[in-house]
């Protein structure tokens, strides 16, 4: 699945991980249900898609330190382009697995 499908799809995938149903709210402007999504799952996916959601609220400070947990450079890059790139390796692991 491309994650320009995922994205489009009227509701999260069902066997999406809590980081990709993230990366699905917060396309759809939902970032409270985005948030709640990540708070409490420990893996780097997830840590990846806190770091971006944290920076998308304009909050360098924490979202630097989830970038470092998910052992990531932290983002510049506009946040469209930044959720499709993490889509895009999510979904490539979810294939390979």
């Known amino acids: ?5 995922f994205f489009n799809s009227p509701t999260a995938p069902e ?10 709210y917060d396309a759809k402007g939902e970032w ?3 948030h709640a999504c990540v708070q409490d799952d420990p893996s ?3 840590a990846w898609v ?3 959601l944290h920076r998308r609220e304009d909050d360098d400070g924490n979202a ?3 970038y470092a947990r998910a ?5 510049a890059e ?4 930044e959720r499709s790139r993490i889509a895009s390796a999510l979904l490539a692991l979810r294939t390979e697995n």
């Open 44 to 46: 780097r996916e997830a």
């Open 71 to 75: 052992g990531r450079t932290p983002s």
């Open 78 to 81: 506009p946040f469209d382009e």
């Open 1 to 5: 699945m491309t994650a320009e499908v």
């Open 15 to 24: 066997d999406s991980t809590p980081a990709l149903r993230a990366l699905w």
């Open 50 to 52: 806190h770091a971006y």
């Open 32 to 34: 409270d249900a985005a």
């Open 64 to 66: 630097g330190y989830w």
